[in-house]
């Protein structure tokens, strides 16, 4: 009681009665070592509808046979309730000791959904049926778990803003195998999934190598200058390469890229993006950087407080979005 109520220690005061947060009224289950365990302590449970309308007709049946001395309906009355009590422990039981592991969250862009992966095991030699995890307001993932094995769950989330994502307070329930009881158990998990900034429009013109924050040097390469296919023009492009033919398909303008032409290093600047909003200026940023892998371009990024080489390939990729999303 103490713990739903905010009780004034000053005695010439009023005492204060307001009723703490509903969330704090029940145990949640916490993660130690990265994995949290549903224990006894940590589940409730109450009659579904249909649970209040089978008591309701137990306590009908049981009047009756008092009333008329029906020995049948003492019988049909105490079996009925004796299978709802052993329905009410096996609807705990499903849920009982159940062990989460949290996995790591791929990361996504400011806006899509992030998706949590858990892995819900076993380790009491039991299957579980029809469990229930979700976040608060949010679509359930519904799994069976085998027994002495485990299930993945996938909760999503949708993402705001950029930099880190905690997951929020997860509810695992069921109700196997007849309905009459809910079960339920809150958990939280260490689990957290990066969100990248939302790329700006796709309007932005990626820099060319000449132009201010992205100067770079030529590195040329081996090759017989074949023909190898078409890129995207760019600002500052000469107009000979560009393949006037294939641009009037309405496709945009294409440049002739050349197999041993030398290519440029890219340095994608904070400083040379425009706007007095940081937000904005991110996004700019990190439509070049998607626009830059998209072409299989070599390129750096600078930022007010980093400076990252001039690399290309996944790797590199990643690092320059999750600078971007945790600047």
């Known amino acids: 009681m103490a713990k739903g109520l905010n009780l004034s220690s000053n005695s010439s005061l009023k005492p204060d009665f307001r009723l703490s947060s509903p969330k704090t009224w029940f145990r949640t289950a916490i993660a130690i070592d990265s994995t949290t365990t549903l224990s006894r302590r940590h589940i409730y449970i109450l009659p579904t509808r249909f649970g209040w309308l089978f008591g309701v007709l137990l306590i009908g049946l049981l009047t009756g046979s008092i009333n008329y001395s029906i020995s049948l309906g003492f019988a049909i009355t105490f079996l009925l309730a004796g299978l709802g009590l052993i329905t009410m422990l096996y609807t705990w039981r499903n849920l009982a000791n159940l062990k989460i592991e949290a996995k790591r969250a791929t990361p996504v862009f400011a806006g899509e959904q992030a998706i949590f992966e858990l892995n819900v095991i076993d380790e009491s030699n039991r299957a579980r049926y029809s469990i229930f995890a979700m976040f608060a307001d949010q679509e359930p993932d519904i799994q069976d778990v085998p027994a002495l094995g485990e299930s993945k769950f996938r909760l999503s989330l949708s993402s705001q803003k950029r930099g880190w994502l905690k997951a929020p307070r997860i509810t695992f329930s069921t109700e196997f195998p007849v309905s009459l009881f809910h079960v339920w158990a809150y958990a939280e998990t260490e689990n ?20 201010d924050g992205a100067t770079g040097q030529l590195l040329t390469t081996q090759g017989d200058d074949d023909f190898a296919g078409h890129r995207n023009y760019q600002f500052g492009d000469s107009p000979k390469r560009v393949d006037w033919k294939a641009s009037s398909r309405e496709q945009g303008l294409l440049v002739k890229q050349f197999q041993g032409e030398a290519s440029s290093t890219l340095w994608l600047d904070f400083n040379a993006t425009t706007g007095n909003n940081i937000e904005l200026r991110i996004s700019q940023l990190t439509r070049w950087v998607v626009d ?16 990252i080489q001039p690399s290309s390939g996944d790797t590199h990729y990643h690092q320059c979005l999750t600078a971007l999303a945790l600047m």
């Open 192 to 211: 957290q999934c990066l969100i990248y900034p939302n790329p700006s429009l796709r309007s932005q013109i990626l820099p060319s190598a000449d132009s």
């Open 292 to 307: 830059a892998d998209a072409q299989h371009l070599k390129y750096g990024l600078r930022l007010p407080q980093l400076s």
